[in-house]
Nanobody, 128 residues
């Protein structure tokens, strides 16, 4: 089992920045990648960003909607992953979830149903 706890959400004005953190514990050696997903009211959960956790040189992946604005990073010794969000827009509003993937298949990095473990989520609200 892997336990994930997110923090860092909040209310910010459009154009502002937030940094989300995800603390992992448990069998983190089994994790292949860590991802961030978000879900807005009335919408499906969508991929935001992912980073390879073990091996792969920490390769990163982003949804087109956040490329150039968001940055995902990992700190393996600290069992942590971060999401730096800049130039935030109202459409970035939602609950942000941290997730861990065990399957070492890269195309699965962007699909929420592939992930094995999830945090409880943290609310991000961007006002216009």
């Amino acid at each position: 089992q892997v336990q994930l706890v997110e923090s860092g959400g909040g209310l910010v004005q459009a154009g502002g920045s937030l940094r989300l953190s995800c603390a992992a514990s448990g069998r983190t050696f089994s994790v292949y990648a860590m991802g961030w997903f978000r879900q807005a009211p009335g919408k499906e959960r969508e991929f935001v960003a992912a980073v390879r956790w073990s091996g792969g040189g920490g390769s990163t992946y982003y949804a087109d909607s956040v490329k150039g604005r968001f940055g995902i990073s990992r700190d393996v010794p600290k069992n942590a992953v971060y999401l730096q969000m800049n130039s935030l827009k109202p459409e970035d509003t939602g609950v942000y979830y941290c997730a861990a993937l065990r399957d070492r298949t890269d195309w699965k990095l962007i699909t929420s149903t592939s992930y094995d473990y999830w945090g409880q989520g943290t609310q991000v609200t961007v006002s216009s």
